[in-house]
């Protein structure tokens, strides 16, 4: 047979010499070792490594197609430690053959690199400093800083899904936090509005629907409603079409939720410890029934449904339209319950009634009754 590395006879049922295994394994050690360098040096393209192996695949019996491999391989896990300079390792795959760089830019260590990136670089830390530096300036001509806007180009430039997708979601992320702040010291200002807009322009969200559908975008129109209210203005920010209710003069909708659930607070009296007692014959057709008793009476409270429906927020009235409907003056709200997934409210009656809502934002509600009442 002969020799898989020099091509001379090698011997009965030998595949390779000795020698020449060891002289192929050495090289391939020798150019690891060389990438690695390269790559912690932030130095170096797929050219001049090629160039720089040449005299180790010759005399290591190193293809062009297995030293690819292994410059596929050495990068992929030196990705996957994640002690990379994004642009520099974004210049070296660009060097890359066509096919070899779309390979590597497909490898989860790719973008697993990019996603600790983008985690770090699109930081609440991060959002908050530029919050602090620039959101009190009109002046100001970017937002984000330039290593930022460099993360931004390089991945709309590669064009590649999964990463334009990650980009959003920490975007996201990046101006929610923003909210937070901005809403920290109360209602968000005409100053701090400008900014928000503005960061989602320059984090390519504005208009979008993954923006404007978003759970951030509804809280900031939620914001700068109760900021409409609390300057005495004219709620214009929502439009609800073929609206159920009738609205009285000078009452106008501020928001609606969908798909709540209502409950309405209802008691149930019950007896517990009576007895059907004994039945005493005097005479003849003539009986006496004694012992008989109704026992303790006992309350129950229970949540007696309303239905799924729509709970409309206007400046007058809070009203629910579902299998029952019900409407609550707002001046007439005795007392209010936050929970996580809604709301109680307490209507002014002679008894008064409780009802719950769940599936909508006690926040906002809470907030909007205490600017109106």
Known sequence: MKCRYCGKPAGFLSSAHKECKEKHTRARNNIRLSIIQHLRNASGTYHSICKEAEEQCTNGYVEQKELDQIIIDTLNQHLQKGECSYSFIESFIDSLPTVIQKNTRADASYKKLWSNILNEQFSASKAAAAYSLTCSSQDTDTILNEQQQDIIARINKNGIPTLSQSLQQVSLKYIT???DHALADGLIDNNEETFILKLSKELSLYDTPFFMQSDTYLRLVKALVLRDL???????RVTFNN???MLAKNEFLIWAFTSVNGFEEKTKRTYVGGSRGVSVRVSKGVYYRIGNSKGEAIE??????LGIG???ITNKNITFVGTKSIKIPI???LSFNEYSDGIGLVKEAVNPHPYTFANCDAWFIINAIQLLY
């Open 243 to 245: 609206l159920p209710i």
């Open 230 to 236: 609390s300057e005495g203005n004219r709620v214009e």
């Open 331 to 333: 001046n007439k709200i």
């Open 310 to 312: 729509t709970l409309f």
């Open 300 to 305: 129950q409270q229970y949540q007696s449904p």
């Open 177 to 179: 936090s923003t909210i």
